[in-house]
């Protein structure tokens, strides 16, 4: 039987549980340059050394299951995060949304199923079997009539695509779809045709820097060009070392032992940032140990606070520009709210891109709104922003008319 290895950071095999300890990993993101899983999700921590999002979930669990992939479903380099359970959902490595099935899957299966070469996800809900694109498109459904108690991944045909095979649920038969094409090719057997394990996936991996961890590997901490700095785990504490003259150890009490410390420039400063992980916490150590940043990893303490980020606003016409732009500026609240019931609704909501025209006459009213662009897919929330922007007071024109131009991004960011 033909084995199918996907494309990603290190073979692993397919079965990938919640982590029981929590791990850390170098994200290959540079607006998401860390990334932490626990028992209760993962969490996104930005370049401004801050959780940037969270994400927890009714996972799957059991031997045959797979709550958490962490693998190149675009193939393009860089590792998407896929939850699977209730609800099943996929996160680009920036960590934003790209697609969820809110009311989840009984079973997750990742492997190249359709015609394009990169990832596909089949999700069984029961008595129906879904595959989707990375991208969400569903490929195909197949209803083989009886309800599946599982299923398994493998090339049946030889044509180096991945075919399922599935266990009806109360009887040792099985039933064989082509994955390419979703048809049945034998509707009950009561022999197998795939082994378990005939996928295997490339996994991101956590870090294991264990000569920091012990102490013997030097860096350059404090910023003066020179690898002079080390680590002592002491206790419930981590102390940092430097050999430059006069230098006092620095010591971080962080309540509790860490389990993992990796080196990164996370900011763009071209200067390390020390990141350590305990059970119940992240730190973000800066200037050799004169900053000191710490938060929770666990996912489930993080709320969600929706954004309008203004990207741009553009005046044009008004008696004064500038006070034109301000006058969005101080209604960018308003316009974040907006967003919020579509946030509290659906966690994995996409994040969306929305310009407006606003035209303003001679008395500083609003005398109309014209949505020029959106791909947020939501038409309350269009509104909503159309509906403050038109109510909103602007400075006057300098003759019959002015117009603003407001390019906004609708996104969130999670909070404990």
């Given at each position: 039987?033909?084995?199918l290895?996907g494309?990603?950071l290190m073979a692993?095999?397919?079965?990938?549980a919640?982590?029981?300890?929590?791990?850390l990993?170098?994200?290959?993101?540079?607006e998401?340059?860390?990334?932490?899983?626990?028992?209760?999700?993962?969490?996104?921590?930005?370049k401004?050394k801050?959780?940037?999002?969270?994400?927890?979930?009714k996972?799957n669990?059991?031997?045959r299951?797979?709550p958490?992939y962490l693998?190149?479903l675009?193939?393009?380099?860089?590792?998407?995060?896929l939850?699977a359970g209730?609800?099943?959902?996929?996160l680009?490595?920036?960590s934003?949304?790209?697609?969820?099935?809110?009311k989840g899957c009984?079973?997750v299966?990742?492997?190249?199923?359709?015609?394009?070469k990169?990832?596909?996800?089949?999700?069984?809900?029961?008595?129906?079997?879904?595959?989707?694109?990375?991208?969400?498109?569903?490929?195909?459904k197949?209803?083989?009539?009886?309800n599946?108690d599982w299923?398994?991944?493998g090339d049946?045909?030889?044509?180096l695509?991945a075919?399922?095979e599935?266990?009806?649920q109360g009887?040792?038969?099985y039933?064989?779809i082509?994955g390419?094409s979703?048809?049945?090719?034998?509707?009950s057997t009561?022999e197998t045709?795939i082994?378990?394990g005939?996928?295997?996936l490339s996994?991101?991996?956590?870090v294991?820097?264990?000569?920091?961890?012990?102490?013997?590997?030097?860096?350059?901490?404090?910023?003066?060009?020179s690898k002079?700095e080390?680590?002592?785990i002491?206790?419930?504490?981590?102390?940092?070392?430097?050999?430059a003259a006069?230098?006092?150890?620095v010591?971080?009490?962080t309540?509790?032992e860490?389990?993992?410390?990796?080196?990164?420039?996370?900011?763009?400063?071209?200067?390390?940032?020390?990141?350590a992980l305990?059970k119940s916490?992240?730190?973000?150590?800066?200037?050799?140990?004169?900053?000191?940043?710490?938060?929770?990893?666990?996912?489930k303490?993080?709320?969600?606070?929706?954004?309008a980020?203004l990207?741009s606003?553009y005046?044009?016409?008004?008696e004064?520009d500038?006070?034109?732009?301000?006058a969005?500026?101080k209604i960018?609240d308003?316009l974040s709210?907006?967003?919020?019931?579509?946030?509290q609704?659906?966690?994995?909501t996409?994040i969306g891109?929305?310009?407006?025209q606003?035209?303003v006459?001679g008395?500083?009213?609003?005398?109309g709104?014209?949505?020029?662009?959106s791909?947020?897919?939501?038409?309350?929330v269009e509104?909503?922003?159309?509906?403050?922007l038109?109510?909103?007071?602007?400075p006057n024109?300098?003759?019959?008319?002015a117009?603003l131009n407001?390019?906004m991004t609708?996104?969130y960011r999670?909070?404990?």
């Open positions: 039987m033909a084995c290895l494309a990603g692993a095999s397919a079965t990938q919640l982590a029981s300890e929590p791990e990993y170098d994200w290959p993101d540079a998401a340059p860390l990334l932490v899983r626990t028992a209760s999700g993962v969490l996104f921590v930005g401004d801050k959780p940037l999002r969270a994400y927890s979930w996972a669990s059991g031997a299951h797979t958490l693998v190149d675009s193939r393009n380099g860089k590792p998407e995060v939850g209730s609800p099943t959902f996929v680009r490595a920036n934003d949304p790209a697609f969820s099935l809110e009984k079973q299966i990742v492997a190249d199923f359709v015609a394009d990169k990832l596909d996800v089949m999700c069984l809900t029961g008595k129906e079997l879904q595959i989707y694109t990375d991208d969400g498109q569903m490929a195909w197949s209803t083989p009539g009886k599946i299923c398994r991944a049946i045909n030889g044509d695509k075919d399922l599935c266990k009806y009887a040792n038969q039933v064989r082509d390419n979703g048809q049945v090719t034998v509707q009561s045709e082994e378990d005939a996928i295997e996994h991101a991996e956590p294991a820097d264990k000569e920091l961890l012990e102490g013997t590997k030097k860096l350059d901490l404090n910023g003066d060009g002079g080390n680590l002592l002491d206790g419930k504490a981590l102390v940092i070392q430097s050999s006069g230098a006092a150890p010591r971080i009490e309540k509790n860490v389990i993992a410390v990796f080196a990164k420039d996370i900011t763009g400063d071209k200067k390390l940032e020390l990141i305990t916490d992240v730190f973000v150590i800066s200037e050799g140990g004169s900053e000191v940043v710490s938060f929770s990893n666990d996912a303490r993080y709320k969600r606070f929706p954004l980020d990207a606003v005046a044009n016409g008004f004064d500038e006070q034109a732009r301000e969005v500026n960018q308003n709210q907006c967003y919020k019931a579509r946030v609704k659906n966690p994995y996409g891109r929305l310009l407006i606003v035209n006459d008395s500083g009213k609003a005398s709104t014209q949505q020029m662009h791909d947020l897919g939501d038409a309350q509104k909503c922003a159309r509906d403050i038109q109510k909103a007071s602007y024109a300098s003759g019959e008319s117009t407001v390019n609708y996104t999670d909070k404990e």
